[in-house]
């Protein structure tokens, strides 16, 4: 699924897997998954972590939906689902971090939609003119005394 979408280097892909493979041996250790199915198949995941040394920030490492399925609202239910157990486990930021090529102009449109703020740019991150984006979006957790560390 991560190789059909079409925008993901080899390497990207392989470190997509490995990250997939270790959230599902390991829930909840150094990352957490969630999966949408169509039945029994597997049609979109995420997967996410808490940011080391910070204060209750997270990272969202993936999002992948079966290009099939784009524009169907998985990648939004993802991403509820996301923002909701994050805000269970008294998360008070996401980080979201993206390419600026143009072949990732929908999932940027598709951040902005959902009211992550693009937040900074460092230019030639990835490659040359292939600048890191970065989207964030502040949670408003229940009851955020207490729940910090």
């Known amino acids: 699924m991560v190789e059909a979408t079409g925008v993901f280097r080899t390497d990207e892909i392989d470190v997509a897997v490995e990250v997939f493979d270790d959230a599902v041996a390991r829930p909840g250790i150094d990352y957490h998954g ?49 923002e909701q157990a994050i805000t269970r486990d008294g998360g008070r930021l996401i980080v979201v971090e993206t390419s600026s090529r143009d072949d990732y102009a929908p999932t940027r449109a598709f951040y902005e939609s959902l009211e992550y703020d693009r937040a900074s740019e460092i230019a030639h991150y990835y490659a040359p003119d292939d600048h890191l984006i970065v989207y964030t979006k502040l949670l408003d957790p229940p009851d955020t005394v207490g729940h910090y560390g």
């Open 34 to 82: 969630l999966g949408a199915y169509d039945g029994d198949r597997l049609v979109g995941f995420t997967l996410f972590g808490k940011t080391p040394c910070t204060v209750a920030t997270w990272d969202l490492y993936w999002i992948v939906v079966d290009p099939a399925l784009h524009r169907g609202g998985v990648g939004r239910q993802l991403m509820a689902a996301a």
